[in-house]
């Protein structure tokens, strides 16, 4: 039963877009929590005190969901076709060109939760994008789907780190996958030596604090015009140096090819920017999120810094 339902999840899996689907089986992630305990001691986690409160839940899948047997981790490449045009001066995260990645995975994973609990009777299963505390990296590194590198970003050798990361927790026993034996990173030390603000040490560890995406988008307290770059939202400078994004082929997901007036954009469009406009142009995009006045203060503090 296990061996049939398993090719049966991945087999729709596939059919519903995602590039990738790994399965391992439930287990408490103690080396993660140790490091994250280190990190949040170390101030690295910066203004996020949820990574504090919610430790016991990111390290052990049996507290989010009881009876909880395997993780089925899934992989969906959001690489865009095209970029912002060049007079654009403000940059924003290639991740948020296109339609809000939580509306469009939710949408697949409940599809796929759906088959499940449509193939095995009385299954139980959760899903979860960005929408609870858990290391979704790390169980995609549990379930075969990558390694998390330098940049703290998992790499796929496929589809390298432009990749959205989900999850789903079931009760169900499965085949599980193993993890893939291969280091990403080795000696190579592009994003380390990439990153203006220098938020990556040598060993691949993020101070947040110093985080222009971090600053761009969570931070209530820091300003951008420090980081002598023009990104207003989100940053995707460790990506873009890295060797395994060389060859990225753009995403088959047509929410996430991009929103051609926002791409459009010029230098002058971003500045005089209403928020009528704000909220039109981007209803479906996950920049909504930190509202206008904060994208607009990125705005003023990137404009005046350069």
């Known amino acids: 039963m296990g061996s049939t339902i398993t090719h049966l999840i991945k087999t729709e899996a596939t059919r519903l877009g995602f590039d990738l689907c790994g399965i391992c089986p439930v287990d408490e992630l103690k080396e993660n929590k140790q490091y994250l305990e280190r990190w949040i001691a170390e101030g690295k986690s910066a203004e996020m005190r949820s990574f504090a409160r919610n430790k016991e839940i990111r390290a052990n899948p049996a507290v989010l969901m009881d009876g909880a047997k395997s993780v089925i981790s899934l992989l969906i490449n959001y690489f865009p076709e095209q970029k912002q045009n060049e007079n ?33 009777k009385d299954a139980k299963a959760e899903g979860f994008v960005d929408s609870a ?20 970003l998992l790499i796929n050798p496929v589809f390298g780190t432009f990749c959205f990361v989900s999850e789903i927790f079931t009760d169900l026993e499965l085949e599980y996958d193993a993890c893939l034996n291969f280091d990403p990173c080795k000696n190579c030390q592009a994003c380390v030596k990439a990153c203006p603000t220098m938020a990556l040490d040598e060993e691949g560890h ?24 023009k990104w207003i939202y989100g940053c995707d400078i460790c990506q873009d140096v890295c060797p395994w994004n060389k060859k990225v082929k753009p995403t088959n997901e047509q929410l996430f090819k991009g929103n051609q007036t926002l791409l ?17 142009l981007f209803e479906n995009s996950a920049v909504k999120r ?5 994208l607009m203060k990125n705005i003023r503090a990137v404009r005046k810094d350069n």
Do not use: M
Request: net charge positive.
């Open 133 to 152: 505390p858990i290391f979704e990296k790390a169980w995609a590194q549990k379930c075969g789907l990558g390694s998390i590198g330098k940049n703290t």
């Open 264 to 280: 459009d954009l010029k230098k002058e469009d971003w500045e005089n920017l209403s928020e009528e406009k704000f909220l039109t």
């Open 206 to 229: 993020l101070n947040a604090s110093n985080c222009i995406s971090y600053i761009s988008i969570e931070s209530r307290t820091k300003s951008l015009s420090d980081s002598n770059e």
């Open 290 to 294: 930190i509202g206008y006045e904060k």
């Open 88 to 120: 654009s001066f403000y940059k924003i995260s290639k991740y948020a060109h296109g339609n809000d990645y939580h509306a469009v995975i939710r949408k697949k994973l409940d599809s796929l939760i759906q088959f499940i609990k449509d193939n095995s």
